[in-house]
């Protein structure tokens, strides 16, 4: 046995995307499609390299993670790693038994009960029956499914699939776990619940590959990382330089893209929107990391493209659980910015950061005088680091930096 | 180290056979798990069948059979279930593997299994029920005293045929999966191929020639006709095939069959992006 759980050589994988091909021997007789009696294309389609090149060494033991944004490869290289997909090229080694989480469906079967699924989960994965007889209860205690378990899992709702999903894979004494960023699905207590589950099968020496958007779960649980770039490996290593090297491409993406990027709201065209946001310190530098208790300025840049009168901006500030922290409000203090027209920015300036350290994620929206119509809203697009805990016994989320005094 | 990018050896289904008892198991359950009534439901349409052929074609198409082994009668039925047994596994096979990969093929996307899994799994549930109906037929005719140590060569046939339907059913199966119209269209062809298979009728019936051709040679080399012709000489006739025969049933069988499942792995590799 080597010294690492999953080797991953050279590999890159191709689809064709066949969008237009004959569906029935009817059609690929005729050539034509039915209905419409349109003749298929001939051109075969553009290969599209969803990896391209991938090398990568999982060690035994460890969490690995692997970030990237959406459509980078991520989920078709687990997919890999699973033995789902075959790799166009190169080769893919695995030490051991694999247990995977994927999507949502997680290879249940919808007709088939809760209950029924677990046994089929775990026949796909080796498991004997009687090693599951055993473990069913503790699964289904697990998913908290005990009044739906007999039930089909077509009635089930997206939690309880991950749930349920989760709960087998981590029962069936899996080697190496592959976990796609489903479990983000389940509710804050699931998730919770997740991780400590996670933490607790790395303890006992399985490794996980993960993938996540939640940088600051990868950086406080990953012993390497991997970063993946439109199929590419862009960066692999200490998850804080992974992460670094991450955020810095997004920033300077999103700040080249302002203006181009599609509304995830709306779609359309909105006249007012917010291109970035900014964190500097007194001094109006801008560090990488800012330190608890220290005074943080978050400057919104906005971009009208018409006259707007006092509109109502906001921040949102999250942790790495996506806890809703603090969720400042421009017109609570009575703050009116004027009218806005073009660009510019408001700031809003806070005199000691409350937060212990970690990776926040601050969003921004910024709505009309009345608050009834949303102009524009950038979620998880900007991270906040904060560092150098004063006292690193102190329990809690916050840091309130008030002052001790006795009396008597 | 398992090198994933190339599994998918002979052995590979062996190490899954955990999955495939259970599925085995699902498709068994779902027809016998409630009741006794399971079991005689299980059996109501194939003696139904039986009954309607033995009905048409024995009472009033009048279809001589031949002699049984025993000499001491003739009958019809039994003669018309020794074939009819033969070919309720072959179609059970053959429409069991294909919608058995239609209906888990889903789970491809997801996990990793061998994806001959479930053809495999709808075998051996049509391999249960074939044994329920061949050891029906067999009480029945040793109640008649036409029994012989050739019914120790059925099992044998059966598996010989179960290597042959697989092959057709795998191959079949993936076909299905590509084009939504191969199923509608195999349901046609194994009713053509069961009326130019020795079932119904006796071999015997068929002339020599006819229009020109040699008929009775066209059908003997159906190759399911040597499983029918066989399974009736050695459960009615009680007789035996011969060494020649039974090896070249073994040899079609061998060929079909690992033909087949080579076909199927070719085509099953990328197919968790087909589903």
Same mark, same amino acid.
């Given at each position: ?198 933490? /607790? ?163 921004? /929206? ?43 | ?38 079991? #005689? ?38 003669? !018309?279930?020794? $074939? ?42 049509? !391999? ?15 109640? #008649? ?19 042959? $339907? ?83 049933? $073994? ?25």
């Amino acid at each position: 046995m080597g010294a690492n759980a999953v080797v991953v050589e050279g590999v890159s994988k191709r689809f064709q995307l066949v969008s237009d091909r004959p569906l029935s021997l009817k059609e690929a007789w005729t050539g034509k499609r039915l209905g419409s009696g349109r003749r298929f294309r001939r051109v075969s389609s553009e290969p599209f390299w969803a990896l391209r090149d991938v090398s990568l060494e999982v060690p035994r033991g460890s969490m690995y993670g692997l970030v990237g944004r959406n459509g980078s490869g991520k989920s078709t290289l687990l997919r890999v790693m699973a033995g789902i997909y075959r790799p166009t090229e190169g080769r893919v080694e695995v030490a051991g038994r694999t247990s995977a989480l994927l999507e949502l469906g997680a290879g249940f079967h919808p007709a088939l009960s809760g209950r029924e699924n677990i046994y089929l989960n775990a026949s796909v994965l080796g498991v004997p029956k009687s090693q599951i007889d055993d473990r069913v209860d503790q699964i289904v205690e697990f998913a908290g499914l005990e009044e739906f378990i007999d039930s089909p899992v077509k009635i089930y709702s997206s939690g309880m699939y991950v749930r349920l999903g989760f709960a087998v894979a981590v029962h069936v004494d899996p080697e190496i776990l592959i976990v796609d960023e489903v479990v983000a699905v389940g509710d804050e207590e699931f998730q919770l619940r997740c991780f400590s589950h996670l933490e /607790a099968l790395r303890a006992q020496g399985v490794t996980i590959v993960l993938v996540s958007h939640d940088l600051g779960m990868l950086r406080a649980n990953c012993d390497r990382m991997a970063w993946l770039n439109r199929g590419l490996v862009a960066a692999v290593g200490e998850p804080q330089d992974v992460i670094n090297a991450y955020l810095d491409t997004i920033d300077t993406e999103a700040a080249a893209s302002v203006g181009h990027r599609p509304r995830p709201d709306d779609g359309g065209e909105t006249p007012l929107r917010i291109t970035r946001l900014e964190f500097y310190d007194e001094a109006g530098h801008r560090p990488k990391t800012f330190s608890s208790g220290d005074p943080l300025i978050v400057r919104i840049h906005y971009l009208a493209s018409e006259p707007i009168e006092d509109p109502v901006f906001s921040l949102g500030f999250y942790d790495h659980n996506n806890l809703h922290l603090a969720g400042p409000r421009s017109h609570i203090g009575g703050f009116r910015p004027g009218k806005l027209d073009g660009e510019g920015w408001v700031e809003f300036r806070l005199r000691r950061i409350p937060f212990r350290s970690g990776a926040f994620h601050v969003n921004a /929206a910024v709505q009309d005088s009345d608050a009834s119509y949303l102009y524009d809203r950038r979620a998880r697009d900007f991270w906040l680091q904060i560092s150098g805990e004063p006292d690193p016994q102190a329990n809690g989320l916050l840091n309130l930096h008030g002052d001790w005094r006795a009396g008597s | 180290m398992a090198d994933v990018t190339c599994r998918g050896g002979v052995l590979e289904i062996w190490g899954y056979r955990e999955l495939i008892g259970r599925l085995v198991q699902r498709e068994l359950g779902a027809r016998y798990k409630r009741s006794v009534l399971g079991w #005689l439901w299980s059996m109501l349409n194939p003696a139904a069948t039986l009954a309607i052929y033995a009905l048409v074609f024995g009472v009033l198409l009048k279809f001589d059979p031949p002699r049984a082994g025993n000499g001491r009668f003739d009958n019809f039925a039994l003669y !018309l279930f020794c $074939a009819l047994v033969m070919w309720n596994a072959f179609y059970g096979v053959i429409t069991g593997a294909m919608s058995a990969l239609l209906d888990l093929g889903s789970l491809l996307g997801k996990v990793y299994f061998p994806p001959e899994a479930p053809a495999v799994a709808a075998l051996f549930t049509v !391999l249960f029920q074939a044994a329920i109906e061949a050891s029906i037929l067999m009480l029945i005719l040793i109640c #008649l005293v036409n029994v012989s140590w050739t019914f120790l060569l059925w099992p044998v046939l059966l598996l010989f045929l179960s290597i042959f $339907a697989l092959g057709i059913g795998l191959v079949l199966s993936v076909w299905n999966v590509r084009y939504r119209d191969v199923g509608y269209l195999a349901t046609i062809a194994l009713q053509f191929l069961f009326y130019v298979t020795p079932i119904v009728y006796p071999l015997s019936i068929i002339p020599e020639r006819a229009m020109g051709l040699p008929t009775r040679d066209i059908i003997r080399l159906n190759p399911l006709s040597q499983f029918t012709e066989a399974s009736r000489e050695l459960l009615y006739g009680l007789d035996w095939p011969g060494v020649l025969r039974l090896g070249l049933m $073994a040899l079609i069988s061998l060929a079909v069959g690992v033909g087949g499942w080579l076909m199927f792995k070719v085509r099953t590799r990328d197919i968790a992006e087909e589903l």
